[in-house]
């Protein structure tokens, strides 16, 4: 589904007139622990890359996040929600929001 909408949806630049969408950003929410192959749909979306540059920010929730897979999912950063109390969810939240920022100023 993620590569069906990135070939309909995101708009190439068009010289002369549109901009187009410049990096899309694909949050997955996960623990780190997927219960499908992802290995295989990474790889695609690795090579259809090629074709626009995009950005796949993995953010692990709950209280047993598998770190490594949670790092080779993304395609790109990944974050970690700490969910053990408000203030760790809000720095989080805070911290993945401050490297989104700079890409959505420029919308």
């Known amino acids: 589904m993620l590569r069906e ?26 623990d780190g622990e997927p219960t499908d192959d992802w290995h295989t749909p990474r790889q695609e979306i690795l090579e259809r890359q090629q074709r626009k540059v995009l950005n796949v920010i993995t953010v692990g929730c709950g209280p047993h996040i598998n770190e490594q897979n949670l790092k080779a999912i993304a395609i790109g950063p990944s974050f970690r929600m700490d969910n053990s109390d408000r203030k760790g969810a809000r720095s989080s939240s805070r911290l993945i929001l401050r490297w989104a920022s700079p890409g959505l100023l420029l919308m």
């Open 5 to 30: 909408s990135l070939d309909q949806d995101v708009r190439p630049a068009i010289r002369g007139k549109e901009k187009g969408d410049w990096k899309p950003l694909v949050f997955i929410l996960t």
